[in-house]
């Protein structure tokens, strides 16, 4: 029974990694480095990445977009915060992942 459970634990722990790490170390707001603005992890394919655009131009949003794809260090910063699909956004220090257009309007308007 000690071993099942010693695996279970494991695998938990393995897929929970990027998690753990971030709560044990922070990542930091990445948004800083953009005037505070909102940040779009993206890919040019992506159909709901472009919902996403769409919405933040016409909700006057100033966004930084980078395509994960093509940016290093964009794909550094997606990994570092968890970031598993696209879209992802990050919203004033909060990470949104998928695209949830009430939500994005409701973190963007959070002063």
Not at 5 to 22: C, E, G, K, Q, Y
Request: with cysteine.
């Amino acid at each position: 029974m000690k071993k099942y459970f010693l695996i279970i634990a494991a695998v938990a722990i393995i897929l929970n990694w990027s998690s753990i790490i971030n709560f044990i170390s922070p990542p930091p707001d990445y948004s800083i480095a953009h005037d505070g603005k909102v940040i779009l992890y993206a890919t040019s394919w992506c159909g709901y990445c472009e919902k996403a655009r769409e919405l933040l131009t016409k909700n006057n949003i100033k966004f930084y977009e980078y395509d994960i794809e093509k940016s290093p260090e964009g794909r550094e910063q997606f990994k570092r915060l968890g970031g598993r699909g696209v879209p992802m956004l990050l919203i004033n220090g909060e990470v949104l992942k998928g695209y949830d257009p009430a939500e994005i309007i409701k973190l963007a308007n959070k002063t």
